[in-house]
């Protein structure tokens, strides 16, 4: 295991994610990069460190000598909610190599990158062929495969899964293949209520309710899911296929087959359920926010002839609703997609967001409620963290759960 003291830099740094992991194994952050300004001034806020700003100007010989080196590498360029250029992307993609000359010039003993899930996959696993080829001739050992994690493999109440690799320097020492399965029986059970504030410790509470737009809309599904009993089309449910036949909607010649088919099984439900649909449909002519594109209704919880969609966790999506489980969150995003509680009637605050990061109460946050749900979409969970780290330093309780 590491020796207490340990230095170590942070790179793409973010709100501190990596930064609240390493200091509470004992380590000492020495130098700290992020190129938003917002992210530089909650961390420094919070740890009194200035924030170094484009990674691309920085002199390595500037930075101080270190044991391990974080960074969690922008991801747009990988992601599946972006345009996934990868290494094309001019101004995100090419980062990585940023962060190897870094290590190639300081040859610290550990590395522990992240990234998203789309990085091990991304065009048909070329990058991370780059990737662990780059680690590997900079001296370091690594991982034939990268290791996906998520927050909700140990109980802690997200579905956020991440490429995390670790890497250690040739003449240190190995790494064990880091086993985890996901399939097991015995995963922890997850609580969003692990995670919640009590409405009335919230300060002014009323801006995040949910209006009335809102919950008309919702109660307008909530209305499809009882009177059917939850009966589904076995995909994505489009109001505007609730026609008799595929040939009543426009452009469907040219659909991609994808889309061909949730039109053909929405067209089959409706006339299952004509009758009843005819009558849902006059009554939403009359919902402002179905009528405004939000016709579409994505389920995916269970399917309990006695379900409402009050009892679960959802998200307002451009096209319409997401309805999730309430067990766990779907992944904070940068771009923001606040989860709302829909048993609350109210969204998540910036608080509970940030215990979704594992991030303490005592956490100083950016008073921008839109600043900061973005930054903790783009933070790392502290507590995952923290179980790569001990694993890459030889913690010997963490290798006996993890390695193989």
């Not at 998200?315 to 309805?323: A, E, I, M, P, T």
């Amino acid at each position: 295991m590491i020796q207490s003291g340990f230095k170590f830099i942070d790179l793409f740094c973010g709100i501190g994610g990596f930064h609240l992991a390493m200091t509470s194994l004992g380590g000492k952050c020495v130098f700290a990069s992020d190129i938003d300004t917002e992210c530089q001034k909650t961390y420094k806020l919070n740890y009194g460190i200035d924030v170094v700003g484009d990674i691309t100007k920085v002199n390595v010989e500037d930075i101080e000598p270190f044991n391990v080196l974080c960074a969690g590498f922008p991801c747009q360029a990988f992601s599946n909610a972006g345009k996934q250029l990868g290494f094309n992307d001019p101004t995100r993609g090419t980062l990585f190599f940023d962060v190897m000359r870094i290590a190639r010039h300081h040859k610290p003993e550990y590395m522990l990158l992240e990234n998203v899930k789309n990085l091990a996959l991304h065009d048909n696993g070329r990058t991370w062929e780059v990737i662990y080829n780059t680690i590997q001739e900079t001296g370091y050992n690594v991982l034939k495969d990268p290791v996906i994690f998520s927050p909700h493999f140990i109980g802690l109440p997200q579905n956020r899964e991440r490429v995390f690799i670790m890497c250690v320097r040739k003449d240190v020492g190995n790494i064990p293949e880091f086993v985890f399965n996901t399939k097991r029986n015995d995963l922890p059970e997850c609580s969003i209520e692990s995670i919640l504030l009590d409405d009335s410790q919230i300060e002014n509470i009323e801006k995040y309710r949910i209006n009335q737009k809102q919950i008309d809309l919702i109660n307008l599904w909530d209305e499809l899911i009882k009177g059917l009993k939850c009966d589904l089309p076995g995909c994505p449910i489009y109001g505007e296929f609730f026609v008799p036949s595929v040939n009543d909607i426009p452009g469907y010649a040219d659909f991609p087959q994808w889309k061909k088919e949730y039109a053909e099984k929405n067209v089959k439900y409706y006339l299952k359920h004509r009758t009843f649909l005819n009558k849902w449909m006059k009554r939403a002519e009359k919902v402002e926010m179905y009528q405004n594109t939000r016709r579409h209704l994505e389920w995916q919880t269970n399917r309990d002839e006695n379900e409402s969609m009050w009892n679960h966790i959802m998200q307002f999506r451009q096209s319409g609703l997401r309805v999730k489980r309430p067990t766990y969150f779907p992944a904070l995003v940068a771009i923001v997609q606040t989860s709302i509680l829909a048993m609350r009637k109210r969204y998540l605050v910036p608080r509970e967001c940030a215990r979704m990061q594992s991030f303490p109460d005592s956490f100083k946050m950016n008073p921008d409620d839109y600043v900061a749900y973005r930054q903790f979409g783009n933070s790392v969970n502290v507590e995952v963290v923290k179980i790569f780290a001990k694993f890459l330093f030889g913690d010997e309780e963490t290798r006996k759960i993890y390695a193989k």
